[in-house]
């Protein structure tokens, strides 16, 4: 008679081992298991919808920044080529539009809109100053924008590191602005380090523009009352850790002057400058200055590989 083991292992409870291995093999849960390895990671991209830090308001990654040279390099397209570089914007998934009172290109914001579905669009402005009347102020961009309400409402440029103590009507206004939901968020954006560091530290920011390039052009020093410094020697390093600070405390972190304010004509240094922005993961946007279709589909280009690498 032969024996019925085989190393000490039964045939009934081979057959019993088996089945079992077949039936784990078949349940839900390692049939998910199998799919979830065998499916590739969802790839980054310039314009997937991105949420704003904890405000739960939705925009592309990548922005269409309406103020190079102030706007006048927007105007320059004349307002039927800028209304068609918009909607070009658009059609390729870009959502954010960045606007201001100051630039040349406020008053034809409505009309460039027009036809866009609102509740898909991310809407941000900047009130300059300290108007008499700030909620007039601030209707005044709901009725040049044909809207109810703006997305993010900031205040523009801020330069001096106790800003949050001469700006508090404002601040106050903006406050009642976003009681009336004519705005769903509320921010600043600062041009100088002692600024931006104020805007970290004050509570009351919910969304903040800051200036990034690893080139350090154009970009926040230490001098107050230099709103648009020049000096490339400025570390980079600064100004990413308060990123990193306003990031922990939740608020929207969205990155402007990344092509140098227009100044990397050199591919190279548009390549560098992306690729940082990309790397930062506390940055939830960039904001990126216009006037031509290759523009906007070099910058996508750039970002979806940076995106794929970083």
Same mark, same amino acid.
């Given at each position: ?6 190393k ?15 039936? #784990? ?20 991209? #310039? @314009?997937?919808?991105?949420?704003? !830090? ?12 309406t !103020? ?6 927007? +105007? ?16 390729q !998934? ?7 009172? +100051? ?8 009309? #460039? ?18 108007p ?6 601030i ?17 523009h440029?801020? /330069?001096?590191?106790?800003? +949050?103590?001469?700006?508090?009507? /404002?601040?106050?206004?903006?406050n ?6 004519w ?14 560091r104020?805007? +970290? ?5 919910? @969304?903040?523009?800051?200036? @990034? ?28 850790? $308060? ?11 969205? !990155? ?6 227009? $100044?990397? @004509?050199? #591919? ?11 790397a930062?993961? $506390? /940055? ?27």
């Amino acid at each position: 008679m032969k024996n019925s083991h085989r190393k000490g292992f039964s045939r009934r409870q081979f057959i019993q081992t088996s089945a079992l291995a077949g039936a #784990a093999l078949l349940s839900p849960w390692s049939l998910a298991r199998s799919r979830a390895a065998d499916t590739p990671a969802v790839a980054r991209t #310039a @314009v997937d919808q991105v949420t704003l !830090g904890k405000t739960g308001i939705k925009l592309s990654r990548l922005g269409f920044g309406t !103020g190079s040279s102030n706007g006048h390099d927007q +105007t320059a397209l004349g307002k039927d080529g800028f209304t068609k570089l918009i909607h070009y914007a658009y059609d390729q !998934g870009i959502t954010y539009f960045d606007c201001a009172q +100051t630039y040349a290109t406020f008053d034809w914001i409505g009309d #460039a809109i027009k036809g866009l579905p609102r509740e898909k669009l991310f809407i941000q402005s900047k009130v300059p100053g300290q108007p008499a009347d700030i909620l007039a102020a601030i209707d005044h961009h709901r009725k040049v924008f044909n809207t109810d309400y703006v997305d993010s409402l900031l205040i523009h440029c801020m /330069i001096k590191n106790q800003w +949050t103590d001469e700006m508090k009507r /404002i601040m106050d206004g903006f406050n009642e602005a976003k009681e009336k939901q004519w705005i769903r968020a509320k921010g600043v954006s600062c041009h100088s380090l002692p600024a931006l560091r104020a805007a +970290t530290e004050s509570n009351w920011a919910e @969304v903040h523009l800051v200036r @990034v390039n690893p080139q350090g052009k154009r970009m926040d020093g230490i001098a107050e009352e230099v709103w648009n410094n020049d000096d490339p020697t400025h570390d980079v390093a600064p100004v990413t850790a $308060e990123i990193k600070k306003m990031h922990a405390k939740g608020r929207g972190v969205i !990155g402007m002057k990344i092509i140098g304010n227009g $100044e990397f @004509v050199n #591919a190279a240094d548009r390549e560098k400058s992306i690729r940082f922005a990309m790397a930062c993961r $506390e /940055i939830d946007a960039v904001v990126i200055g216009f006037t031509s279709q290759a523009q906007i589909d070099e910058a996508i280009e750039r970002m979806n590989r940076a995106l794929k690498e970083v």
